[in-house]
């Protein structure tokens, strides 16, 4: 990660549109390309799929997901470098939870809460700090100027992200029920191959040698989280150790 951040100026993208991003390659590379070498190698396939599928849940532990979720996710709002999945982990070790069926799908919980939860605290923090904690919140302030900013502009936010999450809930509902059929049909190797072939076009053309160097790289030390059985989060260190330096 120092390594790809020190040296971002030898980037030549083929294609200009923007400016060039280091993490483009270091992310796919890590979580992208790494997971879909993985399934080609061991040739994977999509499990049966249901319709109609509950999602079955005791009450208890889907108000501890969505607590544990909502606090880790307006905690890191405020750091840099630390992502909202990064704040549920952390979260997740703290409360004594039960390892079985069930962990899956309260994790599912709270990285939903989590996820909102910094995109709501996120808006916040660059209203009060006036410090982007996130990409999304970079590209809004670029388009209205946080010196810009009043009560209202941060009403009328709130409101949007309130009315879009309303819209995306059911929005997912209705399409997960009626897109399992068509994943059934879906080749599943042949989808890896075509994604990550797009994917390395990509790199190669957003980024240049350099970028697609990076993304080779990248690529085996994500596979090495997957084999070696430990956290894939693990690997955000690529980005949160170089921040934390950067702000020594």
Request: charged share 10%; with cysteine.
């Amino acid at each position: 990660g120092i390594f790809a951040f020190d040296n971002t100026v030898l980037m030549q993208p083929l294609v200009k549109f923007g400016e060039p991003s280091i993490l483009l390659p270091l992310l796919s590379g890590l979580f992208g390309a790494s997971m879909l070498v993985i399934s080609l190698m061991t040739k994977s396939e999509l499990p049966p799929q249901q319709k109609n599928c509950m999602f079955v849940l005791p009450k208890k532990r889907i108000i501890r997901g969505m607590v544990t979720g909502t606090a880790a996710g307006s905690f890191v709002a405020w750091l840099p470098g630390v992502s909202s999945a990064v704040g549920t982990l952390l979260a997740r070790l703290i409360v004594r939870e039960e390892k079985d069926s069930m962990s899956s799908k309260e994790f599912m919980v709270s990285i939903s809460s989590a996820n909102t939860a910094n995109a709501i605290f996120s808006l916040v923090a660059l209203f009060i700090i006036g410090k982007a904690r996130s990409g999304a919140m970079v590209a809004i302030d670029q388009l209205v100027k946080v010196s810009e900013w009043d009560y209202s502009v941060i009403i009328l936010l709130l409101i949007v992200i309130i009315f879009v999450s309303a819209i995306s809930y059911f929005t997912t509902i209705y399409l997960g029920d009626r897109i399992s059929g068509f994943l059934s049909r879906i080749n599943y190797s042949k989808l890896c191959a075509a994604v990550l072939a797009g994917l390395s076009i990509m790199v190669f053309m957003f980024t240049g040698w350099f970028g697609f160097i990076i993304f080779m790289i990248s690529t085996p030390v994500g596979m090495i989280a997957s084999y070696a059985k430990i956290r894939k989060i693990n690997a955000m260190g690529v980005i949160m150790l170089p921040v934390i330096l950067y702000f020594l």
